[in-house]
Nanobody, 127 residues
Framework: VQLQASGGGLVQTGGSLRLSCTAS????????IGWFRQAPGKEREGVSC????????YYSEAVQGRFTISRDNAENTVYLQMNSLKPEDTAVYYC?????????????????????WGKGTQVTVSS
């Protein structure tokens, strides 16, 4: 499956952006879609994951309460609504797909490898 992330941009602190991850095919039963980010000089980190089959969600502590992940299976798209953005949210954001092991936290933290990755989209939050 091919994934395409979009929706990044430049926003001021406290602003909002919505990222989209569109898949070439969403016959991904028992798969998860995750959003990951990588800031300059830092390791890639998991931000949020969603189970396409069951709709369960996971958020990292850094974004809990500010970001919301959702899916539209009819549109083959997963969204990441990002509110109350902070300068530390600045990064390249990637979406990825992997098998659903019923452990979203582990999927988001790289314990289970993701099979497909999209090209990233830059998010820049100015102070």
């Amino acid at each position: 499956v091919q994934l395409q992330a979009s929706g990044g941009g430049l926003v001021q602190t406290g602003g909002s952006l919505r990222l989209s991850c569109t898949a070439s095919a969403f016959t991904l039963y028992y798969h998860v879609i995750g959003w990951f980010r990588q800031a300059p000089g830092k390791e890639r980190e998991g931000v949020s994951c969603i189970s396409l089959t069951f709709g369960r969600t996971y958020y990292s502590e850094a974004v809990q309460g500010r970001f919301t992940i959702s899916r539209d299976n009819a549109e083959n798209t997963v969204y990441l609504q990002m509110n109350s953005l902070k300068p530390e949210d600045t990064a390249v954001y990637y979406c990825a797909a992997g098998l659903d092991y019923s452990d979203l936290k582990s999927s988001c933290h790289g314990v289970y490898g993701m099979d497909s990755w999209g090209k990233g989209t830059q998010v820049t939050v100015s102070s």
